[in-house]
């Protein structure tokens, strides 16, 4: 085109032109020509780089099939593929048009692996989402059914303003690679299996020479190993082992353990037990002749032989020891040795004896507890109609004096069963934070009326006292019994000590004594400077009806129902007691932990036991017992309703029929408890009132040995007017929210 322009020019000229232009026109036609020069330059170097980029797209797509690799670029603010190599395409086994109509319409992961298709989306939704580069190896089926191992990297690229503008990406077919691998562990496996039958093969070699070596050494071999046994197995249980010379009559090596259990050093033990058959010094004398037994049967038919006897060591300390005796024969099978190995079993024994006395306190708790249940209901029958019989007639006859006794005794027999109730730990408690300082404080007055002048109290208050959890009057009742128990030990007076301070058990206390749970709790120690205990009576000391009094001075059940107590309180009660050195019992609480509700106004009920028309549903198994219930309520303006256990009960309940308080036994039967009426009665009723009576309280209302919050609980056996004045209180008994 330059070069025509200049041909126009040139044409353009004649001879009439101004000769003056002619200059400015050839420096124009001299520049359009230079510039026409260096075009044709730039375009044949735009030429030979295009040649170039097409030999090394060329060379580019060459080496992507050789090396299976393929690349893609996409575009995010199009939505759409901008182009990819044919590499990639022949990757998945498709034409590069129909790998763009694959990706363009987002159909690519047809082609994937149904067993990787969720892990690999789920890898392109999070690169999609945070454009964070990623690489995933996963298969693909072409469209022949070939199953090809892939291997996808890919990355963002991203404007100067930091948004994602292009992912590009590459993918690589493995799948020679991954059979490599796989051929290459084959071979591994294959190599591994024959290292291992090589090694084998080696190690029976090994073995054989070394059955050669080892039966030439093996008599000290033998001896070696026993003796490394049982030192390993003495540092960890409190073995020792020992070992006889059978022919020398002697000992011929003892272990550090072996004489500590005997209570000597090794050098103690082989100057005094020069012998073992003539010497029984250690044994304890009630167990030597079964030990001399033992020791006789052996010598006449060595065998492996155990034996459990008691050792007295030389300053006096009893031990269990756990004796067991092993023969050992030389190769012509004469008895050449014996191995001794003696075991400290004195742990052992205790915590089995101590375990004993649990089981023993359980059932005698439940013994006493049924029988004291029993007695209640029976009490409250008697109680009852005792006190209407005293209704009917005149205050002033010898009558009413008679029954004013029997009703004396049949409290004092009530009593008796609350003291057994106590013990067995099925007596109603009602605790509550207690400060154990105050309590004790308030009690002095009290204590110093009840033991006399002759004896000293001292009051010991640790600052800063937690608070514990129990019911107070039993508190009270307990620290009185106990102060008691001190003033009868005390006759010629002495000094009662009672310390409180917060104690804490840990899992070591916690272990070594039978039913004591690691925690806080407030201690509170009676202690006093009497006649103290010996050891069988301290074993005794919480058994009901043991006593050391004379008769008619104690009924045997103090000690019990402070054990009691304090057992059902979740606590635990310790004896430390020596003959003529005074007594201390320590009676751990547990501490309480929570918020303090605040003290409600108490409310006089005594002007509010007649009935208002209200309707009460009596539930009680015993007949007499519910008789006399029903009587005394109807005798008080109540209406009635009656029922023998909880079914009958509780379909009164489902009617439509009036009821304002449900009054109910906890022992029922039938399989349901008066707590699961009462459970079932409130999906019905929920402004259902109830009031619990028992003679114990078996099922714990709701939780164990105490009163649920917003029920009323009495007492079997009770008076007339403590009953009348409990209904009342039940009826008016604000609901707690459920």
């Avoid at 003056?20 to 044709?40: G, H, I, S, Y």
């Avoid at 404007?159 to 493995?174: A, F, L, N, P, R």
């Avoid at 105050?438 to 007055?445: D, K, N």
């Amino acid at each position: 085109m330059i070069r025509s322009l200049i041909q126009f020019f040139r044409a353009s000229q004649g001879p009439a032109k101004d000769a003056l232009d002619r200059p400015r026109l050839a420096a124009k036609l001299e520049e359009l020509t230079r510039r026409n020069a260096e075009l044709e330059q730039s375009v044949a170097g735009h030429r030979r780089a295009a040649d170039e980029l097409r030999r090394f797209q060329a060379y580019l797509e060459r080496a992507q099939r050789m090396t299976r690799i393929g690349n893609w670029r996409w575009s995010v603010p199009r939505g759409e593929l901008i182009d990819s190599s044919e590499a990639y395409a022949e990757i998945y086994g498709v034409s590069c048009s129909e790998i763009h109509e694959l990706i363009s319409s987002h159909q690519i992961e047809r082609v994937i692996h149904p067993d990787d298709r969720e892990r690999v989306e789920c890898k392109f939704r999070e690169f999609d989402e945070s454009g964070v580069a990623y690489e995933i190896e996963y298969r693909i089926v072409r469209p022949d059914g070939e199953v090809r191992h892939i291997r996808e990297v890919g990355e963002s690229i991203l404007d100067d303003s930091g948004q994602v503008v292009e992912q590009i990406g590459t993918v690589q077919d493995v799948t020679e690679l991954k059979q490599a691998e796989a051929s290459l562990q084959k071979a591994h496996d294959e190599l591994e299996r024959r290292v291992r039958a090589r090694t084998a093969e080696l190690l029976d070699a090994n073995a054989a020479l070394r059955a050669e070596a080892v039966e030439r050494r093996r008599a000290e071999a033998e001896r070696e190993e026993r003796e490394m046994l049982l030192r390993s197995a003495a540092r960890n249980s409190k073995i020792g082992y020992g070992v006889w010379d059978e022919l020398e009559r002697k000992y011929v090596s003892v272990s550090e353990e072996f004489a500590q259990i005997v209570g000597l050093t090794v050098e103690e033990f082989n100057v005094r037990f020069t012998t073992f058959v003539e010497d029984f010094e250690a044994v304890h004398p009630d167990d030597r002749e079964r030990y001399r037994a033992y020791d006789e049967a052996y010598n006449s038919n060595p065998a492996i032989t155990q034996i459990e006897y008691r050792m007295t060591k030389p300053d006096g300390e009893i031990v269990h020891v756990r004796e067991l005796m092993q023969p050992i024969w030389d190769e012509s099978g004469r008895l050449t040795q014996s191995i001794i190995t003696n075991q400290d079993i004195t742990e052992q024994k205790q915590t089995e004896e101590q375990l004993r006395q649990a089981q023993k306190m359980e059932a005698v708790g439940q013994l006493t507890g049924g029988i004291a249940h029993d007695f209640n209901n029976l009490l409250a029958v008697i109680v009852g109609n005792l006190e209407l019989v005293q209704s009917e007639i005149d205050e002033t006859t010898q009558a009413s004096e008679w029954l004013g006794t029997a009703i004396a005794a049949a409290e004092r027999g009530a009593g008796l069963t609350q003291r057994l109730l106590a013990f067995s730990r099925k007596q109603a408690l009602q605790p509550a934070p207690v400060d154990a300082n105050a309590l004790v404080q308030g009690m002095f007055e009290l204590l110093r009326r009840t033991i006399g002048e002759r004896i000293e109290i001292e009051l010991v208050r640790e600052t800063g006292l937690w608070r514990c959890l129990a019911d107070p009057n039993q508190l009270e009742n307990a620290i009185l019994n106990l102060a008691i128990n001190a003033r009868d030990a005390m006759p010629a007076g002495g000094k009662l000590s009672i310390a409180s301070s917060n104690a804490r058990i840990d899992d070591d206390c916690a272990h070594a004594q039978a039913d004591v749970a690691r925690g806080e709790y407030v201690l509170v120690a009676v202690s006093d400077t009497g006649s103290g205990m010996s050891a069988d009576v301290q074993r005794h000391a919480f058994d009901p009806f043991y006593t050391t009094k004379d008769v008619g001075r104690g009924s045997g059940l103090g000690l019990s129902m402070v054990y009691g107590f304090i057992k059902q309180s979740g606590g635990h009660v310790c004896v430390e007691s020596e003959a003529g050195m005074g007594t201390t019992i320590q009676l751990f609480l547990p501490k309480f932990v929570g918020k303090e509700l605040p003290e409600t106004a108490g409310v006089d009920f005594s002007k509010m036991s007649k009935a208002r028309g209200e309707v009460i549903l009596v539930v009680e198994d015993d007949p007499d017992l519910r008789s006399l219930v029903v009587r005394i309520l109807r005798s008080l303006g109540y209406g009635v309703l009656e029922a023998d256990s909880g079914a009958p009960a509780l379909e009164i309940l489902c009617s439509p029929t009036e009821v304002d308080l449900l009054l109910t036994d906890i022992v029922l039967p039938e399989k349901m408890s008066g707590t699961d009426l009462v459970e079932k009665a409130l999906r019905e009723r929920p402004d259902l009132r109830v009031l619990y009576m028992s003679g114990y309280n078996e099922d714990a209302l709701l939780r164990p040995g105490r009163i649920a919050d917003g029920m009323e609980f009495l007492q079997k056996p009770f008076r007339l007017a403590e009953f009348a004045r409990a209904t009342r209180r039940a009826l008016t008994q604000k609901k707690l929210p459920r």
